[in-house]
T-cell receptor, first 112, second 114 residues
């Protein structure tokens, strides 16, 4: 039973660039949530996707956007990268309306 | 809105000693409660969860936690730790019947020394 998978594992970008991170949910799960974990901090909720729509959003600017595909996989896009966007980006999946959420190993994004 | 406070940022203990990692939360509604563990360069793994029922919850790797509604606490305990328990531990809450987002504490770094 495949768990949550994320790609790539590491990414290095420069300020002003754009990045796309990818997530495949655990088998059977239909809901994907994205979190940002800065160094030494707990994860912060970015947004959640269900039925290919953004259902809920945290306190992140519009530079952060996403998408969910019919097979429930998801992408996180970040435009106009800032140094402060350097973090571990975690994807979590679940059945809609149910807990717990299952997390992937994350994508480590470094901005130079 | 919900918030989580993990009272200790670092907890050093010796192998085979007991440990307690403290978590307090704030919420105006009933919540679900979770503990996750994060090993270096990995994502979050669910240790245990409180959704309803018995306030004493048992999880994986010998960990347990007790939900105390009056104290708004959900402390994590293990009677005898191993070197392999060295990791970052996160407490999280989620409001019942509403938003599905998890609100996390800042984490507690548990270091088990030989």
């Amino acid at each position: 039973d495949a768990g949550v998978t994320q790609s790539p594992t590491h990414l290095i970008k420069t300020r002003g660039q754009q990045v796309t991170l990818r997530c495949s949910p655990k088998s059977g799960h239909d809901t994907v949530s994205w979190y940002q974990q800065a160094l030494g901090q707990g994860p912060q909720f970015i947004f959640q996707y269900y039925e290919e729509e953004e259902r809920q959003r945290g306190n992140f600017p519009d530079r952060f956007s996403g998408h969910q595909f019919p097979n429930y996989s998801s992408e996180l896009n970040v435009n106009a990268l800032l140094l402060g966007d350097s973090a571990l980006y975690l994807c979590a999946s679940s059945f809609f309306g149910n807990q717990p959420q299952h997390f992937g190993d994350g994508t480590r994004l470094s901005i130079l | 809105a919900q918030s989580v406070t993990q009272l200790d940022s670092q907890v050093p203990v010796f192998e085979e000693a007991p440990v307690e990692l403290r978590c307090n939360y704030s919420s105006s509604v009933s919540v679900y409660l979770f503990w996750y563990v994060q090993y270096p360069n990995q994502g979050l793994q669910l240790l245990l969860k409180y959704l309803s029922g018995s306030t004493l919850v048992k999880g994986i790797n010998g960990f347990e936690a007790e939900f105390n509604k009056s104290q708004t606490s959900f402390h994590l305990r293990k009677p005898s730790v191993h070197i392999s328990d060295t990791a970052e531990y996160f407490c999280a809450v989620n409001p019942q019947g509403g938003s599905e987002k998890l609100v996390f504490g800042k984490g507690t770094k548990l270091t088990v020394n030989p």
